[in-house]
C-alpha cells in the first residue's frame, strides 16, 4: 500500500502496468478524505499528454522505477472520462470503481473500509466529494489547487486541496 510518506516520489512517477509496459506519467495524487492516504492517480497519456485517466492505486507498488499497477494500457485508456478538477464527486468515484471492480460503498460486496473514502460518517448517502487532489500538474501554471496539508506533504511539487 502505497502511503503519504511517499507522495513525493509518486507524484513524480511514470505509471507501469503488470507487464511492465509504460502506461504514462503521473498526473495528479488523490488523497481519500477518510484516511488521507493515496487512493487515486491520474496517468497522462497520449502523443502530447492531453489524455489523463484515473487509477487506483490500492494495490498499486511504488519502487524506484515507478508507480506499478495491475492494469494494463487498454483498461486504463478505456476508463470513464472523469474530468480533475479537484475532487472526485462521489458519482464519479462510484462509476470508477464499478469500472475497475473494486469493492465500494453501496456495493455488496465491500467489505475494505480503505476503499471506501467515507466509512464510518454518519449519513454516507448524503456525503460531499470522496477523494481530493494533492498531486502534480506538469501544465504550466497549474500549481494544483489550493488548501492545507499535512506537514509531510507540504513539500516541493505537491499542492492542493487536503481536509
Do not use: C, Q
Request: hydrophobic content about 25%; cysteine-free; charged content about 30%.
Amino acid at each position: 500500500m502505497i502511503t503519504n510518506n511517499e507522495l513525493d516520489t509518486l507524484a513524480r512517477a511514470t505509471a507501469y502496468g503488470p507487464d511492465g509496459t509504460k502506461l504514462g506519467k503521473v498526473g495528479e495524487v488523490y488523497l481519500d478524505n477518510r484516511t488521507g492516504e493515496p487512493g487515486w492517480i491520474t496517468v497522462v497519456t497520449g502523443l502530447f499528454g492531453t489524455r489523463r485517466h484515473f487509477v487506483p492505486v490500492d494495490d498499486a507498488t511504488l519502487d524506484d522505477s515507478g508507480v506499478h499497477v495491475p492494469f494494463g494500457k487498454d483498461t486504463v485508456t478505456g476508463a470513464p472520462n472523469v474530468e480533475e478538477n479537484g475532487e472526485l464527486t462521489p458519482l464519479e468515484e462510484d462509476e470508477l470503481y464499478r469500472y475497475y471492480s473494486r469493492a465500494h460503498e453501496g456495493d455488496s460486496a465491500s467489505t475494505d473500509a480503505h476503499r471506501n473514502p467515507d466509512a464510518g460518517r454518519s449519513g454516507d448517502t448524503d456525503r460531499i466529494g470522496g477523494t481530493d487532489r494533492i498531486g502534480h500538474s506538469d501544465r504550466p501554471g497549474d500549481t494544483g489547487g489550493t488548501g492545507t496539508l499535512p506537514p509531510d506533504a507540504a513539500r516541493e511539487g505537491i499542492a492542493g486541496n487536503y481536509r
